[in-house]
């Protein structure tokens, strides 16, 4: 849960107006943890990231005046949620522009859906220790497993954002979850142990 806006930040957006340069740095303090966090999980270069915040936050601050909370009913009308919205698009946007090359040669068709909702070794695991992880798969494995178990995106929704079938979404959701389990088994982490037969 997103802790509450402060009260002269939530009146400059109650009022409707674009916010002055005090305001958007209200916003951008109140939120750039939560905005560092998304990005991170999509570019793990820290630089990189920023350059993703930072462009999120100026799609935010002009998009802002005409943020409606009933046109987002799926967010419930949450602000919060339309800005992970937005920084989602915005990192995926950058890792794209980075990854292009290695997201079309990882783009196979098919394969089975492993995702049978269980309990897995990654349910034990620290967000950071999950990330760090994650860092290691190849770059469409990252791009899939983020936005399929983390943010909670469809394989349609996916297929949509990467430029890619949802076959292919399926077959990198499967490649990043075996890739996960081998390098907790590849490092004995004690989240894999009560899995270990």
């Known amino acids: 849960m997103s802790r509450p806006l402060p009260i002269q930040l ?12 005090h305001g958007q740095g209200l916003l951008y303090k109140h939120y750039y943890g939560f905005a560092a966090s998304i990005c991170r999980r999509y570019l ?13 936050f100026l799609k935010v601050f002009q998009e802002l005046p005409r943020f409606d909370a009933a ?11 339309w800005l992970h919205r937005i920084m ?4 995926i946007d950058r890792f794209r522009a980075e990854h292009r090359h290695a997201l079309l040669t990882s783009m196979e068709e098919g394969g089975p ?8 070794p990654l ?13 290691q798969l190849s770059p469409a494995c990252q791009a899939v497993f983020n936005l399929y178990v983390i943010d909670g995106y469809s394989h ?42």
């Open 10 to 21: 939530a009146e400059l957006l109650v009022a409707g107006r674009p916010l002055d340069r």
């Open 156 to 197: 349609e929704e996916i297929a949509a954002q990467l430029h890619m079938t949802v076959g292919a979404s399926k077959t990198n959701l499967s490649k990043a979850r075996a890739g996960l389990k081998q390098l907790l088994k590849r490092t004995h982490h004690h989240a894999y142990a009560p899995y270990v037969r």
């Open 71 to 81: 046109r987002y009913p799926d967010l419930g009308g949450s602000l919060t949620g």
């Open 123 to 135: 349910d034990a695991l620290a967000f950071e220790e999950l990330l760090h992880l994650i860092g």
């Open 113 to 120: 859906d492993y995702s049978d909702g269980g309990h897995t």
């Open 88 to 91: 989602v698009r915005t990192a």
């Open 44 to 56: 793990p270069d820290p630089e990189v990231a920023l350059e993703a915040v930072n462009d999120g």
